[in-house]
């Protein structure tokens, strides 16, 4: 796939990156541990014939220090004694000049820049300079917060080195309330991203926004149904026993078995067990509304506070105008139903405006306060 891209003026050329089966699945441990532990997961996983990428952390950025940072160069050892005896392309995490070159030296076939590098453009750069001239397929994963201006600058950063083997991966963002996951998926991300970089294959890392075996199915049958090109999944021997995420890893059969599971063509019909998942999941987005809800109507109070001691009308025209246009421009580009917006902001608008028609009406008939003697 060859493509000018016109928003983010970049080109890409995705060769590896698109598998002729949809989507492109990319497997392996959170880390390399021992070379024994890699070569069992990955002769697991290619018992799966669906598997098409071998991926192992060996250098772990780790929130605290003291914690397994992961097993350095050696691990690229191992990951190349994977690739010469099961044949799969093998993939790693690069945060630094230094990961790059090793990376390079040991013949690994894709790099992705991970979501706490993403953050950082002192350090995209930094990898992007060490790739200047090296035709090698790179993944950027988001960064950690819910900025996606900076995901597409890493991705800019990249191509003007020259890479233009370019794929994204959504990982999850950190926010206030992640529950029921490690990192919220803010689905409507997907949307965004596409639209923003059209052409530029989207990967899922469902381990890292579920945190936990048990959503995977329910996270990757989402990223499925909305269209992402490929998934992350990460694998592990016997993850019981894994050094770092071993919560969020399942065994190369649990793999086969959730594969299984997940409607790969994107026209799944939810299981009985992924319906009550479903539910959970509207349960949460349902009180996330209402409790945003409230946070608003409670700032349209103190708008009708100020309104009262400043003698200004209620109904603000032009700022309506303005804030339907800016919130339907968004509707848009996320994909929603316009209709659906637009009747949604009259409910809010007539109860933010009844809201504060009790303050003044509150204010008007309230008993004058007692002047002070
Ligand atoms: O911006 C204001 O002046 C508000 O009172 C807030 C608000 C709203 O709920 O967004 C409510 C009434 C106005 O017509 C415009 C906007």
Redesign the pocket.
């Known amino acids: 796939m060859s493509s000018n891209n016109s928003n983010l003026n970049i080109t890409t050329d995705s060769k590896i990156l698109k598998s002729s089966t949809i989507p492109t699945l990319i497997s392996g441990p959170c880390s390399a541990e021992s070379e024994e532990q890699m070569l069992q997961t990955a002769r697991g996983l290619i018992n799966d014939h669906r598997v098409h990428i071998f991926r192992a952390g060996i250098w772990k950025p780790r929130t605290r220090p003291g914690l397994f940072e992961g097993v350095g160069r050696v691990g690229l050892e191992w990951l190349r004694t994977v690739k010469q005896e099961t044949g799969l392309p093998t993939a790693v995490e690069v945060a630094n000049a230094q990961h790059v070159e090793e990376a390079l030296e040991y013949g690994v076939d894709i790099l992705w820049v991970g979501a706490r590098t993403t953050v950082n453009p002192f350090s995209v750069q930094e990898v992007a300079d060490a790739l200047q001239g090296v035709d090698i397929p790179v993944l950027v994963k988001n960064p950690v917060n819910p900025d996606i201006q900076l995901w597409l600058g890493a991705l800019e950063r990249l191509n003007r080195a020259g890479i233009t083997d370019l794929g994204l991966i959504h990982r999850g963002f950190s926010t206030p309330n992640n529950k029921p996951y490690r990192n919220h998926p803010k689905w409507e991300t997907i949307q965004q991203i596409r639209s923003l970089a059209p052409g530029i294959p989207l990967f899922c890392d469902p381990s890292h926004i579920a945190g936990r075996r048990d959503l995977l199915e329910t996270v990757s049958q989402q990223a499925l149904h909305l269209g992402v090109d490929g998934l992350m999944i990460e694998s592990h021997i016997n993850p019981d026993v894994a050094l770092s995420d071993a919560s969020q890893q399942v065994t190369p059969e649990g793999l086969t078995k959730l594969l299984n599971a997940l409607d790969l063509d994107h026209e799944h019909v939810a299981s009985p067990e992924q319906l009550q998942d479903l539910r959970s999941l509207i349960d949460r987005l349902d009180h996330d509304l209402i409790n945003l809800l409230f946070l ?1 109507s409670d ?2 109070k103190r ?2 506070e100020y ?1 009262r001691a400043n003698a ?1 009308d ?4 032009g ?2 105008k303005e ?1 339907v246009e800016d919130r339907v421009r968004l509707a848009n580009e996320v994909g929603v139903d316009e209709g659906f917006i637009r009747a949604i902001l009259d409910a ?2 007539q109860h ?2 009844g809201v ?1 028609n009790e303050v003044i009406n509150a204010a008007a008939t309230s008993p004058k306060k007692e002047a002070i003697k």
């Open positions: 608003r700032v349209s708008i009708g309104k200004l209620i109904f603000q025209a700022r309506w804030l809010i608008h933010s405006i504060q």
